[in-house]
Structures are given as C-alpha cells and as structure tokens.
C-alpha cells in the first residue's frame, strides 16, 4: 500500500509519502492507524490525536471501518483548511 | 470548471471567458477569498482535490439551475491581500446564483483536501479547522 502524509502529518513522521507492505492483522482504516502509530515517535506524535486526523483511500474520503487492501494509496492528514474566511 | 494553480487569476476576466457570448445569464455571482493577515502556503493533495472540486461542481448544478460554474484555487505561498479563491456561478436568476456561491465555498472549505500554514512572526503555524466552518457546511445537507 501506498501511504501519503499532508500537513503536519506530512511534518511530524518526517516523509511525504512511502510504500509499506500490509500486515495481515492490518484490514481496515482503524487498524491502520494503530499499525503506523507504533512504528516510532513521529508516527507516535502524528497520530496521537487521533480525533484530527482523516483518511482518505484512491481519493475517497473513509471512515476507521473502510476495508484496505495491499494496492490501495491510502492518504492521511489534519482536517482540511482550504477557501478563504 | 475547475482549476488548481500557483499563478495570480484577474476575476473579470475569468467571468468574461466564463460567461461570454451567452444571453440567458441573468446573474453572475462572483466570491475572490483573499490572504487575511499575514502570508500563508497552501499544500495540497492534488489528484483528490481536483476530483473533489469536480464533484462539489457537479453537486451545485444538480442543486441549482446553473448556466456555468468555475472553481479556481492557488497553492503554494501567498501575500497578505493575494487572492486565494474564486469560485463563480452563472444563472437565470440571482437567488439561484447566490445560494450555489456559497455552497460551493461552504463545502469546499470542509471537504477539498487543501491545508493552509500561515506565516506568524513567532514562526509559522498551521491553521485550525473552525467549527462554525463545519456548521455553514452542515446548512446545505
């Protein structure tokens, strides 16, 4: 799977982007989040907050249930900030 | 139409492009959002957020009557005063224009996947989704 970082997810892990291959025990967005979280302290600081943090797969944004498999580009960042006041 | 670009847009000129030749447009509703307060940089996802725009699009003439609809968004560091938005819409009525305008920003600022750093002296920041943002969203569902 393909994982895209933006923003201060972007920042805190300290790569834009990178391809991982899926654990097993990793079937869905929540599990994800779990996985990555552990993969040391930047992923740690990005995710902690997890209620500011969003998904999107191939696009799409998804819920924690969203299935994923081993092709998916799965895109995480902050709440979108975009337009004007 | 949607566009997503670094570069300056003149706002006439978009509408005239927009609009001209036509005679059944009997209101043009035009919103240019601007850089408030100190200069800003624009990040974005780019593939999700011209599909995005193109669906908020889509959803406005579904809504409304529209004649003709365009969405530009720059990225990249702006000015304060810059321009950062334009979003446009072209109808027989003004009622019908007016409401697809303000969906359309709405929607965009809680959903286009767009992040904005604003440059502070103390050192640059990123800015906070709002919740009254989520709430003039919430009014159109």
């Known amino acids: 799977m393909r994982l895209l970082y933006f923003a201060w997810v972007r920042e805190k892990i300290g790569i834009s982007e990178e391809v991982r291959a899926r654990p097993v025990a990793v079937t869905n967005v929540g599990e994800l989040l779990d996985w990555l979280e552990a993969q040391g302290p930047g992923y740690a600081a990005a995710l902690a907050q997890r209620r500011l943090v969003r998904v999107a797969v191939d696009g799409e944004a998804v819920d924690c249930r969203h299935t994923i498999s081993d092709d998916d580009e799965i895109a995480i960042f902050p709440p979108v900030t975009g337009g004007a006041s | ?141």
């Not at chain 2, 409401?99 to 600022?109: E, G, S, V, W």
């Open chain 2, 1 to 141: 139409m949607i566009r997503i670009q670094h570069e300056d847009f003149d706002a006439s000129r978009e509408t005239a492009a927009l609009i001209g030749g036509r005679t059944d447009v009997g209101a043009l509703v035009t919103f240019s959002g601007l850089v408030r307060d100190v200069a800003i940089e624009l990040e974005h996802y780019p593939a999700m957020a011209q599909r995005l725009l193109e669906q908020l699009e889509a959803d406005a003439c579904r809504r409304w009557p529209l004649k003709a609809c365009l969405i530009v968004h720059r990225i990249g560091r702006l000015e304060p005063g810059a321009r950062i938005v334009l979003v446009a819409t072209a109808a027989s009525h003004r009622r019908d224009a007016f409401d697809a305008a303000q969906f359309l920003m709405d929607d965009l600022k809680t959903r286009a996947p767009f992040w904005k750093r604003e440059f502070h002296a103390a050192g640059p920041r990123w800015v906070d989704a709002a919740e009254k943002d989520v709430d003039a969203a919430r009014r159109w569902r």
